[in-house]
């Protein structure tokens, strides 16, 4: 079993819409949690953390399930713009190393 | 200011020749990661180098791979005896501090790539 594992998608989905997409991971010692963004051919950008209590920025938001160990990113009235790839981190910092895990992303794409 | 650097963009090699791929971090990062990302796959970690502690190279998939941090600034991430399974963008990103000092919340700052294709 992968360590973090994401839908691959695609998720095709009208402007407008809302759409959610989840991510599991399997050490429940992970501690740390984030939503990058990977547009086409561009390198990762960080998108918004995740926290305990649930966030929200703008349109998105994120929330974090550590009984049920997954991550979600929900995002409402879609735009064209937010066509990308999702990728999931989980970071856990073991005794003597530390880890930082990237899923294999969720493909989002918006049509008009 | 600037970002993470990376050089060449693009390589273009032989089976079985050396490459060397360069990543400039964010001035005053000290840690630096190695992925590398296959076509339509997420990203694979290869290394890691926080300060002056010895690297956790746990990612390197041969002996083949190897990564030095000169002076805790530039890395080169060095691919011996190429193989087409090779082919891949590799992708460096800097943090400006170790993640077990970041707290709940930290950035990598990715650079830009290097896609290599091994013919």
Redesign the interface.
């Given at each position: 079993r992968k360590e973090v594992e994401q839908d691959p998608g695609p998720f095709n989905v009208p402007e407008g819409a809302t759409v959610a997409f989840n991510c599991t991971y399997s050490n429940s010692a992970s501690q740390?949690f984030f939503w990058y963004r990977q547009d086409c051919r561009?390198?990762?950008?960080?998108l918004m953390?995740v926290?305990s209590s649930g966030n929200e920025d703008g349109r998105f938001t994120a929330q974090l399930n550590r009984a049920s160990q997954y991550i979600s990113l929900l995002i409402r009235d879609s735009k064209l713009s937010d066509s990308a790839t999702y990728?999931c981190v989980v970071?856990f910092?073991g005794s003597s190393?530390?880890?930082?895990?990237?899923?294999?992303?969720t493909r989002l794409s918006i049509r008009p | 200011g600037a970002g993470v650097s990376q050089s060449p963009s693009n390589k273009v090699t032989e089976k079985g020749k050396d490459v060397e791929l360069r990543c400039d971090p964010i001035s005053g990062h000290t840690a630096l990661y190695w992925y590398r990302q296959s076509l339509g796959q997420g990203l694979e970690f290869l290394i890691y180098f926080q300060g002056n502690s010895a690297p956790d190279k746990s990612g390197l998939p041969s002996d083949r791979f190897s990564a030095e941090r000169t002076g805790g600034s530039v890395s080169t991430l060095t691919i011996q005896r190429t193989q087409q399974e090779d082919s891949a963008v590799y992708l460096c990103a800097s943090q400006e501090r170790d993640i077990r000092l970041a707290g709940d919340s930290y950035e990598q700052y990715f650079g830009p790539g290097t896609r290599l294709t091994v013919t």
């Open positions: 740390s561009k390198e990762p950008k960080l953390s926290y990728l970071t910092l190393a530390s880890k930082i895990i990237f899923g294999s992303g | -």
